[in-house]
């Protein structure tokens, strides 16, 4: 075989989407790699996965657990598990090899591992215990550790100690479950942290929202003391085990941690610290022991696979500025979400309080409306020893300012810096193009995404909320899988959907429920669809399909029973937050329900079919025609969607809505003969009555830029995007905005105006959509097939994007000339693109790859293997292509 055309070794080894992941308890994990070839062109024929339960036998190609065989298949993401039975515990390594279609064998890839975690609940030893904020056990080992693992959860938070460290770089850990359902828990490796002779672990212990405040326990869930429950096991060198579990034979005491809640945030008395409370050598008599607690009645799950939370930037002060006497106010100059680390020296007891603010007041002090009943103030009460240090440990904030009062002296710059915390997700996406605007509008949304990633997607990180609403959720996930690798942290929450189903196969707006609110609007309940949906488009995840069947039907059932004549008569929130209002007074509710409603139930139609489920296919298809039906006949009126006057209040004079026909085009329900005026009349509003600017809520304008572009009017969503003007996003950023607001406007004096609200960030999509030209085609999905359809609009003279997925890396990069055009695509190997060329109105067109001509005189010519021609159309030619790089260059004459 010529050593050239050898494939190369597959990388980037993924178990359940995961890099050698330890602890996970799933029993069927999946695997996925990413191959590389020098050839174009190239797809797996075959593959040999080995898995084996030591290293010795895995580097002798011996999966004694599993071993596939050479298996005649392209699949390369997400391949299940189907060998001898995973046990608590126990690390598993694998590889993988591959055939491309010249039949040509890769080597093996580097050796990747699983390990399990505690599989049922006899594994665990340990109890639950509690009876302070600080719970401590020492030990003595008399042996060489080998390997240890600790087993832990901490509610509402907890951070583990071992000899005075703190166990790994996990922040606000487990992340947020409905603790009755399920309790998330974390498997550290703690070999290093141990030595012969005495050890001490320590556990510090948060309320986070497992002791809800008193004054809020109205409100929000409220489950009970904190508590923890631990267990370490160690492996000596020569062959013995022991365990160390959590039991009252622990010690618990009080810290310095006086108070601590994620809203309010936390008071951490210094002088209260017990110096060297988690080493050895520490005399604890003075302290009780620990209470037994009960079990808090969720299951022990483990959180190996999902993304944790992390300190994952600093950011230094821009300036502090003293608007008043003994108050400073620092600006950062980015809206976040995580705290300050402060740095100070003075006399014990001194109080310094730290109080966070997204806004200024006019006279240059915070404005805190925006945080409504959340206090957002961390008070550290000084020691009165040399330098310093504190940072909050059991809460969060949302703010761009922090307002410093108390502090002994005069504030620099160099005092507080801000430490950026959400969960660790890797950034996937890259978007760049020549207009500043939008380059900046897709830098604010990112820095929103990533502040309202906090273990469950959330809402916003400032006020009393920062809650799963659904709605924010599923309208914003396309984008976050744009820019985000979300396949971990979507699949943890979408079975805290499942488990938040009741009975009446009801589902709540936010989950995990800490407020109750049953059933869900039907925008919001859709996330228990569209996110699974989104995960099999994106991540090829069929199985997260097949898993939520039921609780997808069951909602969509529950649907039915709120229907009238196929009109869904239910709604709470509708066309959320358009310009001016909280609730739209321009779009009728039961519109966007019954939109929405025909949106779900066609999906679940589909995929129906797709797992093999004919009958549920037929049924739900069937009900989708009729929605159809009767919405048409309902809403559509001569030319056009309009609603009923008379079901209006009639001090409303409006009767048309941006959204209402927004979404029947996208849904591809309006009559044909009707289609051009629905699209003239939409466009007429768009472009005369608005003078290009939007009139919908978070519901229409999450499916405007698709619509537009699907009929052929990026040109208008770009003048849309580009506008300053209210409302728009060019105009949040000319007010100051480095995050997304909640609402169009500013509003500096009302408590519905969070400044950090991801919901209207679903416009990022038509950057990477429409501009770049990325798409997903679902029917291939995983990205096994790209579509790569950029458009050139308006002044941009390039636009640049790729996207790390689960295949591999995909670029579409595009700049224009005078009389030219070049696009540059990337496909992984092993996928396929249909690359359109956009032909911007040159005359006579030429088109290269590379040094070969393509197309010439109006035709296609033959030069290249990898290329073949499908169609031209009246702005592109299209091209079917294999995987690798190809620069296209169009020349007109
Ligand atoms: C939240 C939202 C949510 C809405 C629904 C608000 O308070 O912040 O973003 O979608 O309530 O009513």
Redesign the pocket.
């Given at each position: 075989m010529d050593g050239e055309l050898c494939p190369e070794s597959p990388v980037d080894l993924l178990c359940e989407y995961s890099v050698d992941p330890i602890g996970m308890d799933v029993l069927k994990p999946r695997f996925s790699w990413k191959l590389r070839h020098r050839e174009r062109g190239r797809m797996q024929m075959a593959y040999q996965l080995l898995v084996s339960s030591s290293e010795e036998n895995i580097i002798r190609d011996i999966g004694d657990m599993w071993d596939t065989g050479k298996v005649i298949s392209d699949c390369s993401v997400n391949v299940e598990y189907a060998g001898k039975n995973l046990e608590s515990g126990k690390i598993y390594f694998w590889k993988v090899r591959w055939w491309d279609d010249k039949g040509h064998v890769s080597p093996w890839s580097r050796i990747a591992k699983f390990e399990m975690g505690l599989l049922s609940l006899e594994d665990w030893k340990a109890k639950w215990i509690g009876g302070g904020k600080l719970l401590r056990k020492s030990f003595i080992l008399r042996k060489k550790v080998k390997q240890a693992r600790a087993y832990i959860s901490g509610l509402g938070y907890y951070e583990l100690r071992i000899n005075g460290q703190k166990v790994g770089d996990y922040q606000l850990d487990p992340g947020w479950t409905d603790y009755e359902k399920i309790v998330l828990y974390t498997t550290y490796d703690v070999t290093v942290y141990l030595k012969e002779g005495e050890n001490v672990v320590g556990v510090m212990l948060g309320n986070g929202r497992y002791n809800v405040k008193p004054y809020r326990r109205g409100s929000h869930k409220h489950y009970g003391e904190p508590r923890a429950i631990l267990q370490i096991k160690i492996d000596f060198a020569d062959g013995s085990q022991e365990f160390i579990v959590s039991d009252e034979t622990w010690k618990a005491a009080d810290g310095p941690i006086i108070d601590d809640d994620i809203y309010d945030g936390e008071i951490y008395d210094a002088r209260l610290e017990k110096d060297g409370w988690d080493t050895p050598g520490y005399d604890d008599s003075t302290w009780r022991n620990a209470k037994i607690m009960e079990q808090t009645g969720g299951k022990l799950v483990s959180g190996a696979t999902f993304p944790k939370i992390r300190v994952v930037k600093m950011l230094q002060p821009v300036s502090v500025r003293n608007p008043k006497p003994n108050i400073y106010v620092f600006d950062f100059g980015q809206n976040f979400s995580g705290w300050v680390r402060l740095i100070v020296s003075g006399p014990g007891g001194t109080e310094v309080r730290l109080r966070y603010a997204e806004i200024l007041n006019p006279d240059g002090t915070i404005n805190i409306k925006p945080n409504r009943t959340a206090k957002a103030t961390d008070i550290y009460i000084l020691k009165g020893e040399g330098i310093e240090v504190y940072e909050p440990r059991f809460t969060y904030h949302g703010f761009r300012y922090v307002e410093v009062s108390g502090f002994p002296g005069v504030p620099s710059i160099d005092n507080l810096q801000g430490i950026v915390v959400h969960t660790d997700i890797e950034l996937t996406g890259s978007f760049l193009c020549s207009n500043q605007l939008i380059n900046n509008i897709h830098k604010n949304i990112i820095w929103g995404q990533r502040s309202n990633l906090m273990s469950i997607p959330t809402?916003?990180p400032q006020r009393d909320?920062r809650l799963g609403?659904m709605?924010?959720a599923q309208l914003s996930a396309e984008e976050a899988i744009y820019n985000f690798n979300m396949a971990t942290f979507y699949t943890k929450w979408v079975r805290d959907i499942k488990v938040a189903q009741k009975e009446d196969e009801s589902i709540p707006?936010v989950v995990p429920p800490y407020w109750s609110l049953y059933p869900a609007d039907p925008v919001y309940g859709a996330a228990c669809i569209i996110i699974p949906w989104y995960l099999y488009v994106y991540y090829g995840d069929r199985r997260i399909l097949e898993e939520n069947y039921d609780v997808i039907r069951g909602w969509v059932d529950f649907l039915n029973t709120k229907t009238e004549d196929h009109i869904l008569k239910f709604s709470k929130?509708g066309d959320?937050c358009p310009p001016g209002q909280i609730k739209s007074p321009y779009t009728p509710d039961e519109a966007v329900s019954t939109l929405c409603y025909y949106e779900v139930v066609s999906l679940l139609s589909k995929i129906a079919r797709m797992l093999g489920k004919i009958d549920d296919a037929n049924k739900y298809a069937d009900l989708a025609e009729k929605i159809k039906e009767a919405f048409n006949r309902i809403y559509l009126k001569e030319d056009y969607y309009m609603f009923l006057k008379d079901a209006l209040d009639p001090i409303l004079s409006i009767t048309y809505s941006q959204t209402i026909n927004i979404l029947p085009l996208y849904l591809d329900i309006v009559p044909s003969d009707k289609r051009e005026s629905v699209i003239k009349k939409l466009l007429d509003n768009l472009i005369v009555t608005h003078d290009y600017h939007i009139n919908t809520g978070i519901v229409g304008t999450r499916y405007l830029f698709d619509t537009l572009t699907k009929y052929g009017y990026a040109e208008v969503s770009y003048k849309i995007i580009t506008q300053t003007t209210y409302p728009s996003w060019g105009y949040m950023i000319k007010e100051g905005a480095t995050t997304l607001w909640?609402r169009w406007e500013y509003l500096s004096d009302s408590g519905m105006n969070?400044h950090n609200?991801i919901?209207l960030g679903s416009v990022d999509t038509f950057f990477y959509k429409t501009l770049a030209g990325i798409n997903a085609d679902p029917s291939n999905p995983g990205f096994e097939k790209i579509i790569i359809k950029p458009h050139v609009v308006g002044d941009l003279t390039h636009a640049s994007a790729s996207l790390k997925t689960i295949r591999g890396l995909i670029v579409s990069k595009w700049w224009r000339e005078d009389n030219s055009l070049t696009l540059e695509v990337t496909i992984p190997v092993n996928s396929r693109g249909e690359v359109y060329i956009p032909l911007i109105a040159l005359k006579n067109p030429v088109i290269k790859e590379g040094e070969k001509v393509i197309w010439k005189d109006d035709k296609f010519v033959q030069e290249i293997p990898e290329i073949t021609f499908i169609k031209k159309e009246e702005n592109h030619i299209i091209f079917n292509i294999g995987s690798g790089s190809y620069v296209f260059r169009v020349v007109g004459s």
């Open positions: 809402d916003c909320e609403w709605g924010d707006d929130y959320w909640e969070s609200h919901m």
